[in-house]
């Protein structure tokens, strides 16, 4: 009985998902990141338990744990702020980190939020961060108009 308990384990969790996406801050280097851990303890479970990581090394490294979502509602969303503060955004839950220090501030209002980075989320059992549009080009202004 425990060979076949043994022989099925890898089949229970071959189902789950479990990993992580990363921002890079700095893109000419990996010490300054902030990375959106996601694992599903179980594959008859349907949440996805994230934790929030901010990196910069070699000063500070922490994890933030944050609320557990429905696997099919992973949208982290990622939001700047200026002077190295963030904002994340998932489902419900608001919060601003500091990424210098690796501290948690104060949640944010939802309407100081900061310009969109990115999104973390689920794609076919991969955890991806993709980059938010850059913000378009004003239009050019009119030609003042010809008077005569």
Known sequence: MRRFSIVLTP??????VKGSATYYINESSNEHVITVRAEQEYFWKKEMTLTLVA???PECQRA????SVALDEVSV???SNGDDVYS???GGELM????????QLDEPKPTALGQP?????????????EK???PAAGAPAPAPAAGG
Request: glycine content about 4%; hydrophobic content about 50%; proline content about 2%.
């Open 88 to 90: 994340v955004r998932s």
């Open 117 to 129: 980075v990115g999104t973390f989320f689920i794609d076919e059992k991969t955890v991806s961060f």
């Open 55 to 57: 990196s910069h090394m």
């Open 96 to 103: 601003q980190i500091d990424t210098l220090t690796c501290v």
């Open 11 to 16: 089949l229970l969790l071959a189902g789950c």
């Open 77 to 79: 969303e990622l939001f």
């Open 64 to 67: 933030f744990p944050m609320e």
């Open 132 to 134: 938010a549009a850059a």
